[in-house]
């Protein structure tokens, strides 16, 4: 165990659309979310985070739209709550061109894709961005996405997750198990590009997936992307731990945030592996300034714009019940849906009104809120780094793109001066640099199971996979 105080990761939290986490913020005189669908707008994002020094740029996505609340999509597309999103893949390639280090985290939901076209786009990406490639692994949790591809209503949340299980193995047989690392010779006086000995079919023939052939893209730097995972339900849970290397949680109280931490280190050791094989991100939202009087000054500014309602109309979906027919006093009663589990049992363990919604939604999101000035989010974010357990923050916009640019300005410094934020990148893949352990998983990953090439010579699961079936 190391000695030295543990460097703080940093993604910045977005997603391509207007409205993602702090709802009415795109009214704020200066806020450019609405540029969403401009290509400088990310660029000119990637750009401005590299020069933060940040870790990841992490992009949530959802299928369908939030539709819950008042049965209706009409707040939705009035406060552009996720509706219009376009699809986060698209961004990448423009992104990477102008940096050479931030990461890429890109949520894709599994339930709607087929693993050959999905290992081979991500496969295609990892090429292309030299290795700094994650998949953030979602399940769904909409009954509108379902409608739209011609189905009635979501799975069932554990048959969504058995489901995710036979998706991540065939992607594991095409991301590991196809080529070998010396495959491809490129030998233009012999005339021979690949050597077809060392390229592997496929079989698999599984209860949600069948699959046969070779697998068209040769390994990248990283072979799978960085795996990221978000599950927190019982369920959720132990499919994270088996799988992710990096672990997105929520929460306000630093005491349960802890608990979940020690949970999640705990059952990552049951699956076999080494409990900091996962980094823990906690969800953040941050306002900044010069000192603690003008960082609440710009709060309430914010707050003027912010569209607490339409906090509510997010967290109708996120809950799988409409929470427009209860009164503000009125306790939010529990009941099971087939949404977000984790985010829907707080309602069997504590009352919570619809104004205690509102209050925690005065920003327009519900995420954990610092206000100060930079000595103080810095000095706050350490202690709650250094007490919980956790690796690193996912910071929400708010006013964009001044948000990052204000933590950057104010927060990123504080940091380094506390010997807490790196000063200069590592070269490198994003697993590399978030895990200083080489550019592929670990041998102690269920991927090595799948794979056709030996990482290193303690490994002892390496087999030709031309007949292995599910």
């Known amino acids: ?50 020069a933060g020094l940040f870790d990841g740029l992490f992009i949530a996505d959802i299928t ?43 949520t894709v939901n599994l339930s709607y894709e087929h693993p050959y076209q999905f290992a081979r786009r991500f496969a295609s990406l990892d090429h292309l961005t030299n290795g700094r490639l994650g998949w953030n692994i979602v399940t769904g949790y909409l009954d509108s996405a379902e409608r739209l591809i011609g189905h009635k209503n979501l799975k069932d949340h554990d048959l969504r997750y058995d489901q995710a299980e036979e998706f991540l193995e065939l992607s594991y047989k095409f991301w590991e198990g196809s080529w070998q690392d ?21 079989e698999h023939h ?41 672990i997105f949680i929520g929460g306000d109280n630093p005491e349960k945030i802890q608990q979940q931490v020690q949970q999640i280190r705990q059952l990552t050791r049951e699956n076999g592996r080494s409990e900091d094989a996962i980094k823990i991100f906690l969800g953040i939202s941050v306002v900044v300034a010069k000192n603690n009087d003008l960082a609440h000054e710009k709060l309430r500014e914010y707050q003027s714009y912010a569209n607490p309602e339409a906090g509510l109309a997010h967290f109708s979906s996120s809950i799988g019940k409409d929470l427009s027919v209860y009164k503000d006093d009125e306790a939010i009663p529990y009941q099971k849906t087939n949404s977000i589990q984790s985010v829907n049992n707080r309602f069997k363990e504590q009352k919570i009104t619809i104004q205690d919604l509102k209050n925690q939604h005065s920003l327009g999101g519900r995420y954990p809120l610092f206000v100060g000035s930079g000595d103080e989010i810095a000095e706050a974010l350490i202690n709650l780094l250094d007490f919980t357990g956790i690796d690193g923050f996912n910071l929400t916009r708010t006013v964009t793109p001044e948000s990052h640019q204000d933590f950057i300005k104010f927060v990123i ?3 380094q001066s506390r010997d807490r934020f790196k000063t200069k990148y590592e070269n490198g893949t ?24 030996k990482q290193t010579d303690s490994h002892k699961n390496t087999r030709d996979l031309t007949q292995q079936t599910a």
């Open 1 to 50: 165990m190391s000695h030295f105080p543990k460097k703080i990761l940093l993604n910045a939290f977005d997603m391509n659309c207007v409205g993602h986490i702090n709802h009415g913020l795109w009214t704020h005189p200066r806020d450019q979310s609405f540029r969403f669908n401009e290509i400088e707008y990310w660029t000119d994002l990637a750009k401005t985070l590299e």
């Open 64 to 106: 369908g739209s939030y539709d819950v609340y008042q049965n209706s999509l009409d707040l939705t597309l009035r406060e552009s709550i996720q509706l219009p999103s376009h699809d986060p893949t698209t961004l990448v390639s423009a992104m990477a061109a102008v940096t050479q280090h931030i990461g890429f985290g890109i």
């Open 182 to 202: 010396d495959a491809l010779l490129k030998d233009k006086k012999n005339r021979i590009f690949t050597d077809p000995k060392k390229v592997h079919s496929i």
């Open 206 to 246: 599984g209860r949600f997936y069948q699959s046969q052939g070779v697998f068209q893209v040769s390994p990248s730097k990283q072979r799978t992307p960085v795996l990221y995972q978000a599950g927190s339900s019982t369920r959720g849970l132990k499919f994270a731990t088996k799988h992710a290397e990096c």
């Open 413 to 415: 410094p504080e940091l």
């Open 430 to 453: 994003l697993r590399h640099k978030l895990f200083q352990h080489g550019d592929h998983l670990s041998n102690l990953h269920p991927a090595q199971e799948f794979r056709c090439f």
